[in-house]
């Protein structure tokens, strides 16, 4: 269930590269309300490269041609936001997503495209199926698109079972080496990502792994635009063996506009205690509805 927060004026959060602390500790004052949880709250090079999946590349270039008919809004960064809480009770976690600039008169253009849905029949981003969409929303207008994925550490990078031995590069490389939709090798799938910078924080004495990072490929084959990308960030948290992530995106070259906001909902995302409602992911593998 999603609520409307009401008008909300929030602090800048420096999200990866000035990033020193916590950056959700204002999200604690919650409260239950029907099922739902309203919540207020007051350059560095390519280190790492990974694949991404078909479905980001049918998404990408659908708001990339839309782009070129729907002009983006102006310099919108640093306006105040109204934001609204997501909650999934499945799933047990929560986030805040921008929904309207008032002071611009601009209105954020969110479709739900996957409702919350438990692991076992959530659609899978990679022939092994271990890494999946549990929610996501698009607006394709203004070439956003969050999401949120369930799926077990790959023992390629993570070979710690102790999670406070991971390191956020790592933990980046285990989510996005699961994306790719083609069954290729570990070498083939780090060639079109490259992950910009990566840090760990903690949020209520549990680590969160935070990373950026880039999809350079462009599906359309724009001869005008020969070096568009998509421009991600994203936050990890790990429960009971599977990690749970977000991602938030759009076009690089609306990043100054649009990426504050992404900044902002990644930054909220974290885990709830779970609810009558909460479904593990390991909980009847073999159901699919």
Known sequence: MVLLSPSLSLPRLHFIRNHRGSI????K???????????????SKPIQQNGFCRRDLVLFGLSSSLSLGFPTPGSIA????????????INAYTYLYPMELPSKKFLFKWVESRKPERYSSAAPLSPNARLRIVSERVDIIDNLIISVTIGPPNVQFLKSKDKSMWNAKDVADSVLSDKSALRVTSSQRMAESSVLDAHTSKVDGEPYWFYEYLVRK??????????????YVASTAEREGYLYSISASTLGKQWDEMGPFLEKSVA????LPPTDDYVPPYKDPWRFW
């Open 78 to 89: 640093g306006e105040d936001v109204k934001m609204a809480s997501f909650v999934d009770e």
């Open 24 to 27: 959700v500790q204002g999200q």
């Open 218 to 231: 462009s599906p359309t084959n724009l001869g005008q635009e020969p070096n568009l990308y998509r421009h």
């Open 268 to 271: 909220s995302f974290h885990l």
């Open 29 to 43: 004052n919650c409260r239950l309300n029907n099922k739902a949880i309203v919540c207020s709250c007051a350059s």
